[in-house]
């Protein structure tokens, strides 16, 4: 599976955006968006089952951000709304084959990520 994130960017704090992931490849598995903060470890943001639409979120991002995927198009967004400073990061976008799991290390492909940054 071979991924293709984009659509950072900077945003004013209370501010939106949407990411893509492009995903091309075996289409059975669970999709999700991570983020890596400088200085600390890469950490679940929210997830995707590709053929359910199942999804789940960090407590952090809960009724702010919202993750879905088109199947025709293969891509998976992560719209984020009421951005919050503590935001900035890198997001990768991750595919694993298998059932949905929040662990960063049960994702084996991984997109080269797209910057946040937002300002305060």
């Known amino acids: 599976v071979q991924l293709q994130a984009s659509g950072g960017g900077l945003v004013q704090a209370g501010g939106c955006l949407r990411l893509?992931?492009?995903?091309?490849?075996?289409?059975?598995?669970?999709m999700g968006w991570f983020r890596q903060a400088p200085g600390k470890q890469r950490e679940f943001v929210a997830g995707?089952?590709?053929?359910?639409?199942?999804?789940v979120y960090d407590d952090s991002v809960k009724g702010r951000f919202s993750i879905s995927r088109d199947k025709a198009k293969r891509i998976m967004y992560l719209q984020m709304n009421s951005l919050k400073a503590e935001d900035t990061a890198v997001y990768y976008c991750?595919?694993?084959?298998?059932?949905?799991?929040?662990?960063?290390?049960?994702?084996?492909?991984w997109g080269q990520g797209t910057e946040l940054t937002v300002s305060s």
């Open positions: 995707i089952t590709y053929n359910w639409g199942t999804t």
């Open positions: 893509s992931c492009a995903a091309a490849g075996r289409t059975n598995y669970a």
């Open positions: 991750g595919v694993r084959n298998g059932e949905m799991t929040t662990e960063t290390s049960g994702y084996g492909y």
